[in-house]
């Protein structure tokens, strides 16, 4: 027997029992053609790792690949670049159970592996150079503080142990917006949140089953796009001008001031004085629409029925016809 091959059989030996220090690993193939070990931490943060020995190994650093369902191929590339790297350091050692403890510990200490290919999305998609964005992995967060023209938020997006199955949090910790548009992003980004990990109240029946699904593109989506670049330089759709001041200082706080910003369920903004002459001017039939996207109108203080707003408008005609004609009586 050649000192190369009892060397990998004593190294083979050795990990069936090493490896059992490792609690969320599995040894699935241990003989001298390959060895695989599989690492679950949980059910979207697994991958299998497999070893191939070269021919003058120890001498030689062992081939190692990646394979996971669930890790995106980019990350999985770099895992195993990070492999290769470690086991040059071992040349002439028992190689297997370094790497697999290496892997193990960087799933460990990266939560947010799991979102990996959701980061990358963001960074090369959304963020700009304004724009900050941090990964804190001990903490297992993504902070980004987002800006346009002068206004900013900062949010933080905590990541659960169980992404994606459990529900991760969203919080803005500093903005110059209005109070009313930050419980609006807020309550709608934790909303998206949550929809992607609970099934539907009500299932239609040729829906498939329900499947919990990633959440912060989604959420950086909405915050992104929606929020932050569109918001800033708005205008109403009503009066034409812009629907929040150009400068946060001069943001108006009475919400009943003619010019005070209001956000409707559609997310266009409106001058408080032009929603309410709008919803309370003919046509009222299936109720109001945004002249800028033709969705239906949904507003708390503007929570009348189409027929409701006909019969209070109606009944302010009529008034303002009788005190015309008093005052042409007055006059003739």
């Known amino acids: 027997m050649s000192e190369g091959i009892q060397f990998i059989q004593e190294e083979l030996k050795d990990l069936k029992e090493k490896l059992k220090k490792l609690e969320d690993a599995e040894l699935i193939t241990c003989v001298p053609s390959m060895v695989r070990i599989h690492i679950t931490k949980t059910a ?5 790792i497999c070893w191939i020995f070269p021919n003058d190994y120890p001498n030689s650093p062992i081939v190692t690949e990646l ?13 195993t670049k990070m492999c290769d790297a470690e086991a040059k350091k071992h040349i002439g050692r028992q190689q297997i159970i370094l790497i697999a403890k290496f892997v193990d510990q960087f799933l460990e200490e990266n939560p947010l592996c799991v979102c990996s290919d959701e980061i990358s999305y963001i960074k090369n998609k959304l963020i700009t150079e304004k724009d900050e964005f941090k990964l804190k992995q001990k903490n297992s967060q993504v ?3 987002l800006s346009q023209d002068n206004y900013y938020f900062t949010v933080k997006c905590s990541i659960p142990l169980g992404y994606h199955s459990e529900q991760m949090k969203v919080e803005i910790t500093s903005h110059n917006f209005p109070e009313i548009f930050l419980r609006n992003f807020l309550g709608q980004a934790n909303e998206i949140a949550r929809r992607h990990v609970t099934p539907p109240l009500r299932k239609r029946p040729k829906d498939p089953p329900f499947e919990p699904s990633p959440s912060l593109k989604p959420v950086a989506d909405f915050l992104i796009r929606d929020c ?3 918001l800033p330089g708005e205008r109403c759709p009503c009066c034409g001008k812009r629907g929040l001041p150009k400068d946060p200082q001069n943001i108006i706080t009475d919400e009943h001031h003619d010019m005070f910003a209001e956000r409707v369920y559609c997310g266009h903004i409106y001058h408080h004085k032009c929603l309410d002459v709008y919803m309370k001017t003919p046509p009222f039939e299936g109720g109001k629409k945004c002249p800028a996207c033709g969705k239906r109108i949904y507003h708390e203080k503007w929570g009348a029925t189409p027929q409701i707003a006909e019969q209070r408008w109606a009944h302010k005609e009529a008034k303002k016809r009788e005190l015309d004609e008093v005052v042409d009586f007055l006059d003739s």
């Not at 979207?44 to 299998?48: D, F, G, I, R, Y």
């Not at 394979?67 to 895992?79: C, E, H, I, R, Y």
């Open 44 to 48: 979207h943060k697994n991958l299998a």
């Open 228 to 230: 932050i670049r569109r």
């Open 67 to 79: 394979k996971s369902k669930v890790f995106s191929t980019k990350l999985l590339d770099g895992l």
């Open 143 to 145: 902070i980004m503080k």
